[in-house]
């Protein structure tokens, strides 16, 4: 999906002038994300305390979570706006902060993602955003190689390999380039299957194990996070050795997974929202890009799949679960 076709998708509303807003006795945060709640929420809040706003205290915190549900994402961004909150905080995949620019062009907002934020136009360059907007680069996107990398490790027989993707996810089409060359040059098949919905997820893998595949990459998107405890045991069910990006996956069951600490870049995003707070520009401020990853294993779900973990693997694991 081109990104103009993206972004005309989610509409738009006009944005209120944040001049023209109401003075409030305690600044609003509105913290809007894609996915389903976690140990994140946490993360940001602590973060956001540790930058000397308390929630409840001097700040006030409105969470909206939409679960992996993306069109709900431009009616949470037009009711925070309406509300006119001091600070937007968009989390949970580009879908939420395109969906919050979309409708403000003043209101500050303070992106956490894994997607390019200039490919998607958020920002006019990592150094420089300019605009209202800013934020934290998770490099989940830019990781499936890496993870297949990992995937073909543990699996070293695999010749077939499926992977599961959202096509409502606007880095889909990167995400399947991406896959299709790092498989030709390790040599394999690449098998694509598409879910956006959980029901599709039975039929989706049926249609992969049909296919004889050896190994599974789920792709990484927000709405998978929010579905893992459905997905993992599916995929279980199918008994087939799988990657997924975050830990939490590997918690729920899942084999293997890389990608990153989400805990760190909420913190770290809550970090920047406290600078917007205290009267720093989103302009002024450059993207940073966390440079935390972690890869954990799950060991019983290994032992269960009859696969024998290199000790080399288990080594440079941050996490394995016995």
């Known amino acids: 999906?081109?990104?103009?076709?993206?972004?005309?998708?989610?509409?738009?509303?006009?944005?209120?002038?944040?001049?023209?807003?109401?003075?409030?006795?305690?600044?609003?945060?509105?913290?809007?994300?894609?996915?389903?709640?976690?140990?994140?929420?946490?993360s940001f809040v602590q973060g956001l305390s540790d930058a000397g706003f308390v929630d409840g205290r001097n700040v006030t915190i409105e969470f909206h979570w939409a679960g992996g549900r993306y069109e709900q994402l431009p009616v949470f961004a037009t009711d925070l706006v309406r509300r006119q909150v001091n600070v937007i905080a968009a989390f949970g995949g580009v879908h939420t902060a395109v969906a919050v620019k979309a409708v403000?062009?003043?209101?500050?907002?303070?992106?956490?993602?894994?997607?390019?934020?200039?490919?998607?136009?958020?920002?006019?360059?990592?150094?420089?955003?300019?605009?209202?907007?800013?934020?934290?680069?998770?490099?989940?996107a830019e990781l499936e190689a890496k993870r297949l990398g990992l995937l073909h490790q543990l699996v070293p027989g695999a010749t077939a390999i499926g992977t599961l993707i959202n096509p409502t996810n606007g880095n889909a089409e990167n995400q399947t380039k991406e896959l299709a060359e790092a498989t030709r040059k390790l040599g394999l098949q690449l098998h694509v299957q598409h879910a956006s919905a959980e029901p599709e997820f039975e039929a989706a893998?049926?249609?992969?194990?049909?296919?004889?595949?050896?190994?599974?990459?789920?792709?990484?998107?927000?709405?998978?996070?929010?579905?893992?405890?459905?997905l993992v045991p599916l995929v279980a069910r199918h008994a087939i050795p799988a990657i997924y990006e975050w830990r939490e996956f590997i918690e729920a069951g899942g084999l293997i997974s890389y990608g990153t600490n989400l805990n760190d870049a909420y913190y770290q995003t809550a970090g920047y929202v406290g600078?917007?707070?205290?009267?720093?520009?989103?302009?002024?401020?450059?993207?940073?890009?966390?440079?935390?990853?972690?890869?954990?294993?799950?060991?019983?779900?290994?032992?269960?799949?009859?696969?024998?973990?290199?000790?080399?693997?288990?080594?440079?694991a941050d996490e394995v679960i016995e």
């Open 1 to 42: 999906m081109k990104r103009r076709e993206f972004i005309a998708g989610l509409g738009g509303v006009a944005a209120l002038p944040f001049a023209a807003r109401a003075q409030q006795a305690m600044p609003v945060v509105g913290f809007l994300s894609g996915a389903s709640p976690g140990r994140q929420k946490d």
């Open 205 to 230: 893998l049926a249609a992969l194990a049909q296919k004889r595949i050896q190994a599974l990459q789920v792709a990484s998107d927000p709405f998978f996070y929010a579905q893992r405890t459905t």
């Open 104 to 140: 403000t062009s003043t209101i500050p907002i303070v992106f956490g993602m894994g997607s390019d934020p200039v490919q998607f136009g958020l920002v006019a360059s990592l150094n420089r955003p300019g605009g209202n907007v800013t934020g934290i680069s998770f490099f989940s």
């Open 275 to 316: 600078r917007v707070l205290r009267g720093e520009k989103p302009a002024d401020l450059p993207v940073m890009r966390t440079t935390r990853f972690e890869l954990a294993i799950n060991m019983k779900t290994a032992k269960a799949l009859g696969l024998s973990v290199p000790n080399a693997m288990q080594l440079l």
